[in-house]
Each structure stands twice: as C-alpha cells, then as structure tokens.
C-alpha cells in the first residue's frame, strides 16, 4: 500500500512505494497578471526562483526518485501569455536534475509546446500508483479505476479564510473520506480525497476572496464526508465544519 506523507512547512507531499515520488500541484505561472490587477507586482522570474529553490531544498532532503506536477502549472486556460512563453521553460528546467512528470491540468491548453523532451507529460485522466489515482482534479475519474482507495488531487486551492485569525489566507491541506460509491457507484467501502494545496506562496496574496475553482469529484460527494484541515506545519485546525471557509 503507498505511504503518504505531508512534508512539513510545505506544500508538498511524499509518496512511497519501492520507489519515492514528491508531488506538488498548481504554480500557475503568469498569474503575475491578475495580481498587478490588485496592485501586487511580483516579477515572474522572481516566483519561478522562489520555487526552484523551494522545490531543491524539498528534494535536496527528502530524496525522491520523481517529481511529480498535478497539473496548472501556467496560468492562461486555451492560450500561452508572453509570460508563460518565457516563465514556464525556466521552471522546467528542474527536470534536468530529477525525472519529472506532469498531468495535465485545466489550464495547461498547449503546454506541450512548453515542455522539454525529458518530461514525461501523462492524459489528463491522471496516473495510478499502488492504490492511489494522482489527478489534477478538474474531471471525474473513470470507473476503470475503480479499485483505487485514495485520490490525491489539486485544482481547488484549498486556503483558510477568516477575518482576525492569524490562519486567514494561509494554504492548508484537506483530507475527506467519503463512501466509496459516491465516486465510483457500483462499489462499496469507504475511499480518501487528499487535496494538495497550490505550491504558488502568491496566489492568494491579496485579501480578496477569489473565485474558487470547482471540482466535479468534490461536489459528487457533497456532505457525505469526513473531513480533517491540516496548516502547512501539520496542524489540525478542524473539520468537515470549515470546510466552506477553505474550499
């Protein structure tokens, strides 16, 4: 079974099988765009920088075999921005140091044109592993995959909102647990949502509430869940209760 683990004080997480694979979800490069519209100015390369250091540290101590992107790794749905054209190559160029795979995402329209040769880019259905489908979120799984018991996923953002908390606009994980058939109908038993929270520090930089993103998996469940919310440090902060405040 694959062992899971949240790296503490990141946004990132660590699966282990025979092999170890670091997963981190949603850069949206070129977002710099929206964040002038809010009067924060952030220049692009100073974020991919951000996150190649942060991502080097990460692999410098855990060791994992593959890096893997639950895709929006850009920002622009059906297009390439100027940005993107520019920001996006440069981030890729961690695969040179480590076997790198992305699935796709909503807003990675034409992100082959971005890629290098050495990443390996997957359908956007996602890939399994052990019993774990990895998706970026934004589709429902296919009833051929039915026998996994656990989805990681992106796409949604997960932050915690709360005027006067110390905690307000903070990244968070979630993990939900939820009746098996509400994903796949014709099974029983129980399955774990663990949504992965954007490795962007900046996308949630201003206090304004953006419109979160919709995934079909989360609203199949609807209140038919457990769930935890974990800050970055590995605190728990409560319940399936907060969950319109992160979600």
Do not use: C
Not at 13 to 32: A, C, Q, S
Not at 69 to 90: C, M, N, R, Y
Not at 95 to 109: Q, S, Y
Not at 149 to 165: A, D, L, Q, R, W
Request: hydrophobic share 40%.
């Amino acid at each position: 079974m694959l062992k899971t683990r949240i790296i503490r004080s990141h946004p990132a997480l660590m699966l282990e099988d025979t092999n170890r694979y670091l997963v981190v979800t949603d850069l949206h490069i070129g977002f710099e765009n929206t964040l002038a519209a809010n009067d924060i100015f952030v220049e692009p390369t100073i974020i991919i920088r951000e996150s190649l250091e942060e991502l080097r540290s990460i692999i410098k101590t855990e060791r994992p075999d593959s890096l893997i992107l639950l895709g929006d790794i850009k920002s622009s749905i059906d297009s390439i921005s100027k940005i993107e054209w520019q920001a996006v190559p440069l981030f890729f160029e961690i695969a040179k140091e480590i076997d790198t795979i992305l699935i796709p995402g909503n807003h990675d329209g034409s992100i082959q044109k971005l890629l290098p040769d050495n990443v390996k880019l997957t359908s956007s259905s996602g890939i399994v592993i052990e019993d774990a489908l990895l998706t970026h979120g934004h589709t429902m799984p296919s009833e051929n995959l039915s026998h996994v018991n656990k989805i990681i996923m992106g796409h949604v953002h997960p932050v915690f909102f709360s005027e006067g908390s110390v905690l307000d606009g903070q990244r968070v994980w979630v993990s939900m647990k939820t009746e098996k058939r509400k994903i796949f109908p014709s099974l029983q038993g129980e399955i774990e949502i663990i949504i992965v929270p954007t490795f962007n520090k900046y996308f949630y930089a201003s206090h304004k509430k953006y419109k979160k993103s919709i995934s079909p998996i989360i609203e199949r469940i609807k209140e038919s869940y457990s769930a935890k919310i974990v800050t970055l440090d590995g605190s728990i902060i409560g319940n399936e209760s907060l969950l319109e405040s992160v979600i």
